[in-house]
């Protein structure tokens, strides 16, 4: 029942998940150990705001109390929450630059997503019923695995597996990917190579720039 503790105070604590763990509570005696129900072991008044699949690791900020829920999940909601995650993906996506997005060379993704009902948890592309969805992503420096690339993902919205979906219709899946990627480049990662790694929002309370980072564990 360990928690990594970035940062807490009397209104909110934000956490490193580690790759692994379930955000929230799932179906089974078996998947009831989860990163909120370990922060309500120290905080009894811990709620979730936002989620990170199973099997992604890094930075997630839990509210203590209703009313911190409520502004912070309003926070995300009007997308005035920051967030940065790191991957390595299959391949080398190719830059098209025509479709770089600021000076920083920041490449952008936009599609519309859907829950895949008969085969959840999966999500899919539809281009009649999907909801848009947005992804800036870039090649980042960083160790590297060959015959992959190392990409920074800034998701502008937050629909469900947004970056794994995105970075698999770009045709360059991330490894270790046991959803979205081929059976030869999930076996190329002992996990998925996905990590929140950095998360900046004002403090709902006292409206201070709060800014965290989580160094990458692959």
């Known amino acids: ?33 989860c990163l909120i129900a370990r922060a309500q072991n120290v905080w009894s008044d811990a709620l979730t705001v936002h989620r990170l699949d199973m099997a992604t690791s890094g930075l997630v900020v ?27 993906v299959d391949g080398s996506p190719p830059e098209d630059l025509s479709n770089v997005t600021s000076p920083e060379g920041w490449q952008d993704i936009q599609l519309p997503l859907l829950i895949d009902w008969p ?56 490894l270790g990917d046991t959803l979205y990627a081929s059976p030869e480049v999930c076996a190329r990662a002992p996990r998925l190579l996905l990590h929140a790694r950095q998360l900046q929002f004002h403090h ?7 800014s965290f980072e989580m160094a990458v564990p692959f």
Request: hydrophobic share 35%; charged share 25%; glycine share 8%.
């Open 204 to 210: 709902p309370l006292t409206q201070e720039w709060l």
């Open 1 to 33: 029942m360990n928690l990594d503790v970035v940062y807490s105070d009397a209104h909110l604590a934000v956490l490193n998940k580690p790759s692994g763990l379930l955000s929230v509570p799932g179906r089974g005696d078996d998947k009831q150990d």
């Open 62 to 88: 839990v509210a203590r109390g209703p009313e911190v829920q409520r502004m912070l999940s309003q926070a995300f909601a009007e997308r005035k929450v920051h967030k940065m995650y790191e991957a390595v």
């Open 119 to 174: 085969n959840r948890p999966k999500s899919k592309v539809d281009w009649t019923h999907g909801k848009p969805s947005q992804t800036h992503w870039r090649r980042k420096a960083g160790p590297v695995i060959e015959g992959a690339t190392r990409l920074e993902l800034h998701p502008i919205t937050g629909r469900t597996h947004q970056l794994r979906l995105h970075m698999m219709a770009l045709g360059h899946a991330i």
